[in-house]
């Protein structure tokens, strides 16, 4: 994925961004396993939140974005890359076509 940053933030949490945007979150679960937050489309919104292993992501969802938390990656790693790659496109998508140009952006 081009163009993008990591900072920790808020404590102890990765953040990975597009052209200064969030498309992804790391951190622990409350259980000390890794939980993963991002955006995704609307329909994968709806199915994901009622599966085991995911939820709709603090904070973001309760303000009716379409962020979920992966908090139960166990053998979902092609899952979550799957999804985290989706992130990016949508965020990167909401960029302009200059910003995208500026950053050597290309989406399919």
Known sequence: MSATSHSVMWGDAHVWKV?????????????????FTFKTHEMD???LK?????????YMASRGMKWIQMY??????DDLRYYLTESYRL???GLSKKKRAQLGIELD
């Open 45 to 47: 919104f709806e199915i």
């Open 19 to 35: 052209g200064g945007k969030v498309f992804a979150i790391g951190g622990w679960e409350k259980t000390d396993g890794p939980a």
């Open 91 to 93: 965020v990167a998508g």
């Open 50 to 58: 009622t599966e085991r292993g995911y939820r709709p992501a603090p």
């Open 72 to 77: 139960d990656v166990g053998g979902n790693e």
